[in-house]
């Protein structure tokens, strides 16, 4: 089973506004839905997007989330601090017999 | 509210078995299709399997498949992971997540997670 393909890391500085891509295929992102999360070593993971561009009750408005074809991506605008944090995307691919596929992860730091 | 709760980690030799543990509270477990994913050290988030609502259907990585068993008992509302021949790679910390439905499939897990439960795979 391949992974959904993230950039390894991104960075920006407080206010800026950072993306993350997601490349997938036909048989995962192509055809089903993408959720986001924002992951701490030893946390547990936090939705931050599911359904693609939906966000769950509590999480800014700062983050969103888009997809097109077998991409998706995640955008963090007004950059704060508090954002540094591992994202991955996740999305159920239909190959062979099914399975949920993460992105490697995306390490974002803020400057 | 909801609430994972994880246990059943530790050390382990490989080849033995292990049995871990996913208590659940806060809402109707029979309802919702359930997942164990898991982080290696210094690694990404891995899905490691999923069962359907009922138990009646069940899904695994390529990692783990043959290995490790996903069950569940609904009148225990709780979910287990049998880790049978772990190898060293096995070791990460394992997390149990809800699915958004109780059908596995098309969506991967929601935002309800444990906070996860340490094996590691050693002699």
């Known amino acids: 089973q391949s992974v959904l393909t993230q950039p390894t890391s991104v960075s920006g500085t407080p206010g800026q506004r950072v993306t993350i891509s997601c490349s997938g295929s036909s048989s995962n992102i192509g055809i089903n839905t993408v959720n986001w999360f924002q992951h701490l070593p030893g946390t547990a993971p936090r939705l931050l997007i599911y359904n693609n561009h939906q966000r769950p009750a509590g999480v800014p408005e700062r983050f969103s989330g888009s997809k097109s074809g077998a991409s998706a991506s995640l955008a963090i605008s007004g950059l704060q601090s508090e954002d540094e944090a591992e994202y991955y995307c996740a999305a159920w691919d239909d190959s062979l017999n099914g399975s949920v596929l993460f992105g490697g992860g995306t390490k974002l730091t803020v400057l | ?123």
């Open chain 2, 1 to 123: 509210q909801v609430q994972l709760v994880e246990s059943g980690g530790g050390v382990i030799q490989p080849g033995k078995s292990l049995r871990l543990s996913c208590a659940a509270s806060g809402f109707t477990l029979s309802s919702y299709a359930m997942h164990w994913v898991r982080q290696a050290p210094g690694k990404g988030l891995e899905w490691v399997a999923a069962i359907s609502y009922d138990g009646s259907k069940e899904y695994y990585g390529d990692s783990v498949k043959g290995r490790f068993t996903v069950s569940r008992d609904n009148s225990r509302n709780t979910l287990y992971l049998e880790m049978n021949s772990p190898r060293p790679e096995d070791t990460a910390l394992y997390y149990c997540a809800r699915d958004p439905g109780g059908i596995v499939g098309a969506t991967p897990p929601s935002g309800h997670w444990g906070q996860g439960t340490l094996v590691t795979v050693s002699s």
